[in-house]
Nanobody, 125 residues
Framework: VQLQASGGGLVQAGGSLRLSCTASGRTFGSYSYAMGWFRQAPGKEREFVAAISRGGGSTHYADSVKGRFTISGDNAKNTVTLQMNSLKPEDTAVYYC?????????????????WGQGTQVTVSS
């Protein structure tokens, strides 16, 4: 499975961005995998942002993004998106999408088997 993340960029505080992660290869539809988004700021560890369960039945968010970010999946397009609203400077990071073949969902990096290359999100104050 190969994951391609896109949609990052520069935005002012309070603005919005939409990240997409498209899976290719042995996918059987994105709902065959649990999918997640993580982010990593300079000098910090990679942290969990959001996840959608295998089958798309549940979503999970870090407390820092609840109410502002929404994760969703399009099984027909093998795509998972992260809609980010009310962005803050502290949301600045490289964002990574990930897929898990075994877990229903996961909120830690160890729970994921496949990773995309990352896309930069910069929020200016």
């Amino acid at each position: 499975v190969q994951l391609q993340a896109s949609g990052g960029g520069l935005v002012q505080a309070g603005g919005s961005l939409r990240l997409s992660c498209t899976a290719s290869g042995r996918t059987f539809g994105s709902y065959s995998y649990a999918m997640g988004w993580f982010r990593q700021a300079p000098g910090k560890e990679r942290e969990f942002v959001a996840a959608i369960s295998r089958g798309g039945g549940s979503t999970h968010y870090a407390d820092s993004v609840k109410g502002r970010f929404t994760i969703s999946g399009d099984n027909a397009k093998n795509t998972v998106t992260l809609q980010m609203n009310s962005l803050k400077p502290e949301d600045t990071a490289v964002y990574y999408c990930a897929a898990s073949a075994l877990r229903l969902y996961a909120t830690t990096t160890r729970g994921y088997d496949y990773w995309g290359q990352g896309t930069q999100v910069t929020v200016s104050s």
